[in-house]
């Protein structure tokens, strides 16, 4: 089993910072890659950022420039540091692991999603 446990989210103002903490503990014989997905009432999820195992890191455009994500080395902790925050960035955030939890044998994992709310 692979658990994943969110912490960070919560009511900000627009233009103010928030970050965003998860933990993947169980059974993870390789980590693959650690990213942040959302959804915003009535939208379908989206991927925020992601960040693999040689620390390459993907973000969406609309987050491009304010937001990153990092992991520390050997790890399996996944921050999102989300900055000049906007409304539209109001969703629940989602961690998601890619990992296998065996040789050949790999799955993506989710976490429960942090609501993140972010007001005028």
């Known amino acids: 089993q692979v658990e994943l446990v969110e912490s960070g989210g919560g009511l900000v103002q627009a233009g103010g910072s928030l970050s965003l903490s998860c933990v993947a503990s169980g059974n993870i014989f390789r980590l693959v890659a650690m990213a942040w997905y959302r959804q915003a009432p009535g939208k379908e999820r989206e991927l925020v950022a992601s960040?693999?195992?040689?620390?390459?890191?993907d973000y969406a455009d609309s987050v491009k420039g304010r937001f990153t994500i990092s992991r520390i080395t050997g790890g399996n902790t996944v921050y999102l540091y989300m900055n000049t925050l906007k409304p539209e960035d109001t969703a629940v955030y989602y961690c998601?692991?890619?990992?296998?939890?065996?040789?050949?044998?790999?799955?993506?994992?989710w976490g429960q999603g942090t609501q993140v709310t972010v007001s005028s």
């Open positions: 998601n692991v890619r990992a296998y939890i065996s040789p050949g044998n790999w799955g993506d994992y």
């Open positions: 960040i693999n195992a040689g620390h390459a890191t």
